[in-house]
């Protein structure tokens, strides 16, 4: 089945700087990627998604990057701010039109610091 | 659109009984919903893909008589935790799909945190 991996675990930035976090899958037949923000206690949330047929995707200050080639894909947060602390996390999706089992990575702890 | 909603938000239930948690998708229909477990710092596990009208799938090392699921109409999916022993706690969250075009997003409901004394 489908792995992802995801790093780093942890990561704390000041206000205003970038952070970048990378996942990567072992699926070549994935086509999905999304990632979800989760705060203490609270429902993962969608950000960002991409599919497999795009390399790039932007949001205003989040975007997110895909190399099919090498099987990984990373979150960029620029002008970070204190309220983007939360854990972050990327999955991974075989889309068949019929289902969409979602395998998620480990998780990443992003700390923005004033 | 696409709210999911699950009941209850937290339970505390003796070792050796029975929790049922409710998912509810309340402004669209869902054929596929699906349960996961999440342990403290940890990331979410999918436990198993429930159908409506047919038998959930279960992953791999998630025990079926154990945590039975029910999806008995398009937007209500249960997951019954049977004679829950201290191990079970953990936060359960379940997701829906939305139905209909090449629709790729799952909505996950608010998590239910089971205790078990």
């Known amino acids: 089945g489908e792995n992802v991996e995801q790093h780093p675990s942890t990561l704390s930035v000041q206000e205003g700087d970038s952070a970048v976090i990378k996942c990567t899958y072992s699926?070549?037949?994935?086509?999905?990627f999304p990632w979800y923000k989760q705060e203490l206690g609270k429902r993962p949330q969608l950000i960002i998604d991409?599919?497999?047929?795009?390399g790039e995707k932007k949001d205003q200050r989040i975007a997110v990057t895909l190399n099919k080639t090498a099987k990984h894909f990373s979150l960029h947060i620029t002008e970070t701010q204190p309220e983007d602390s939360a854990v972050y996390f990327c999955?991974?999706?075989?889309?068949?039109?019929?289902?969409?089992?979602?395998?998620f990575g480990t998780g990443t702890r992003l700390q923005v610091t004033l | 659109g696409a709210v999911v909603s699950q009941h209850p938000s937290w339970v505390i239930c003796k070792s050796g009984t029975s929790v049922k948690i409710e998912c509810r998708s309340l402004?669209?229909?869902?054929?596929?919903m699906f349960w996961y477990r999440q342990f403290p710092k940890q990331s979410l596990m999918l436990m198993a893909t429930?159908?409506?009208?047919?038998?959930?799938?279960?992953e791999q090392g998630v025990e079926k008589d154990k945590f039975l699921i029910n999806h008995a109409s398009l937007t209500l999916s249960t997951l019954t935790v049977t004679s829950a022993h201290p191990e079970d706690s953990s936060f359960y969250i379940c997701?829906?799909?939305?139905?209909?075009?090449?629709?790729?997003?799952?909505?996950f409901g608010p998590g239910t945190r089971l205790t078990v004394t």
């Open positions: 999955a991974a999706s075989i889309w068949t039109g019929t289902a969409s089992k979602l395998t």
């Open positions: 699926d070549s037949a994935s086509n999905y």
């Open positions: 402004d669209f229909q869902a054929t596929t």
């Open positions: 997701s829906a799909r939305s139905e209909g075009g090449f629709v790729y997003e799952q909505y």
């Open positions: 429930s159908n409506e009208g047919s038998k959930a799938t279960y």
């Open positions: 991409i599919r497999s047929n795009v």
